[in-house]
Structure formats: structure tokens, C-alpha cells
């Protein structure tokens, strides 16, 4: 059983910067992680995800300015969220899942059948 919490939401105006960790309670370098959004009245979204061979995909809509990347020492996730839009406000959850795929493939897999998630950090981009 994996517990995963998250944290450094909050609000920032157009163009600003925050960075979102995930901590998870065991080691999880075997596992796939991921960031996944939902914004009020969408479905959540996969945003971003990352394997323990550093494979990572990114959601095109954040492609160049977001970058996931992993601690294994700390046993936390990160999501470095630059040149925000008000397009990306939304409540932000971390996500792992022990199951092989890849990261492309975690990005498109129903919420229902991720294994672990976070509660969730909210994110607010004004303009």
C-alpha cells in the first residue's frame, strides 16, 4: 500500500512558476508515476508521468514548460510548473501505479484503474 501526499500548490499569476511535490510513504521507484489535473466540471487529465528508467511523457498542452522528475532517496515526485496559464488552474494529483506499462500509457489510463492517488493540490493561475 502506497500513500502519497502532495504539496506546493497555491495561486500565482500568468507567466509565474510552482513546483509540486508528491512525497510517498514507501519506495516507489518501481513503480510508474504520474501528475494528472482536473479542472472544475472536466474529466481529470494526465499531465505528466515518469518510469524508474527515466522514460517520461508529457501532455502536449504542457510540453516545455513543465518538467517531472523523481527522488529516490526522498521518495518524492516533482512537477517544476513554468510560464503558468490560466488554462492550467485545476486541483493537481499525484499518481502510481506498480502495474508495468509506460509512462505514455499512464498518461491515458482511466482514473479507476491507477492504483494509488494523492488528495490533491490546487493550482490557480490568474491572468
Known amino acids: 500500500q502506497v500513500q502519497l501526499a502532495e504539496s506546493g500548490g497555491g495561486s500565482v499569476q500568468s507567466g509565474g512558476s510552482l513546483r509540486l511535490s508528491c512525497a510517498a510513504s514507501?519506495?516507489?521507484?518501481?513503480?510508474?508515476m504520474g501528475w494528472f489535473r482536473q479542472a472544475p466540471g472536466k474529466e481529470r487529465e494526465g499531465v505528466a508521468a515518469?518510469?524508474?528508467?527515466?522514460?517520461?511523457s508529457y501532455a502536449d498542452s504542457v510540453k516545455g514548460r513543465f518538467t517531472i522528475y523523481q527522488d529516490n532517496a526522498k521518495n518524492t515526485l516533482y512537477l517544476q510548473m513554468n510560464s503558468l496559464k490560466p488554462e492550467d488552474t485545476a486541483m493537481y494529483f499525484c499518481?502510481?501505479?506498480?502495474?508495468?506499462?509506460?509512462?505514455?500509457?499512464?498518461?491515458?489510463?482511466?482514473?479507476?484503474?491507477?492504483?494509488?492517488w494523492g488528495q490533491g493540490t490546487q493550482v490557480t493561475v490568474s491572468s
Open positions: 514507501t519506495a516507489t521507484y518501481s513503480d510508474y
Open positions: 499518481a502510481a501505479e506498480p502495474t508495468p506499462c509506460s509512462p505514455y500509457r499512464l498518461l491515458l489510463t482511466a482514473t479507476d484503474s491507477i492504483s494509488y
Open positions: 515518469i518510469d524508474s528508467y527515466g522514460r517520461i
